[in-house]
């Protein structure tokens, strides 16, 4: 069964600090994505990793993606408050039908 | 150039009513998946649909149904609703090509189910 497994759970960090969110799954997968989402509101698709040693950029995010340990990183950069949201990865099934999800990490930067 | 639109916004049902979600796909995407998000959680997946079929499904009870229409819209139809299915159900779209999904997902805004 495909799980996945992110930490922290919660984070609280400064304006201009770095930090980085972990996502670890337990099989094999094609497909790792990773979405925002403010309270209330829909998912907004950040990244999508096809490959081992996948890295992509976005302003102050960088995911990148590790399929030999199953892991992929989120990793922000001089964060500023804009970037609080609740930040979630996910896997997609072997037959790409259905993406699995990771619980979400919770995101707050104080000015 | 519309994206995934979902209606309603929001809906308050009493336990045991039936309710009906819908969901239009991003224009020239063809399948439909459907995932309920509880408070504090992430997304579970319930079904896609495909070819007005059921392609997968998941570990929902059977009052969860759903249905594609021709013009590749989807509904989700919950029966005999209780407390624990409030939540956030969100449509996701996606272009499947010789069979297999695309790896573009996008979500709708959802439609926030409150069941007193």
């Known amino acids: 069964e495909l799980k996945v497994e992110q930490n922290p759970l919660f984070l609280s960090m400064q304006e201009g600090k770095n930090y980085t969110i972990y996502c670890n799954y337990s099989?094999?997968?094609?497909?790792l994505y990773w979405y925002r989402q403010d309270p209330g509101k829909s998912l907004e698709s950040l990244f999508v990793?096809?490959?081992n040693g996948a890295v992509k950029q976005e302003g102050r995010l960088m995911a990148s993606l590790d399929t030999k340990a199953r892991l992929s990183t989120l990793h922000i950069t001089a964060a500023v408050h804009d970037l609080s949201a609740t930040y979630f990865c996910?896997?997609?099934?072997?037959?790409?039908?259905?993406?699995?999800w990771g619980a979400g990490t919770k995101l707050i930067i104080k000015p | 150039d519309a994206g995934v639109t979902q209606s309603p916004t929001h809906l308050i049902k009493t336990r045991g009513q039936q309710v009906t979600l819908r969901c239009s796909p991003k224009?020239?995407?063809?399948?439909v998946s459907w995932y309920q998000q509880a408070l504090g959680q992430g997304p579970q997946f319930i079904f896609q649909?495909?070819?007005?079929?059921?392609?997968q499904r998941g570990n929902f009870p059977d009052r969860f149904s759903g249905h594609q229409f021709p013009n590749y819209s989807s509904e989700l139809n919950v029966n005999a609703l209780l407390l624990g299915d409030s939540a956030l159900y969100l449509c996701?779209?996606?272009?499947?090509?010789?069979?297999?999904?695309?790896?573009?997902?996008?979500f709708g805004p959802g439609t926030r189910l409150t069941v007193t």
């Open positions: 099989t094999t997968s094609d497909r």
């Open positions: 996701a779209s996606s272009l499947s090509v010789g069979g297999s999904v695309g790896y573009e997902q996008y």
């Open positions: 990793l096809l490959s």
């Open positions: 996910a896997v997609s099934s072997d037959s790409n039908y259905q993406l699995i």
């Open positions: 224009s020239g995407h063809d399948t």
């Open positions: 649909y495909y070819e007005e079929e059921e392609r």
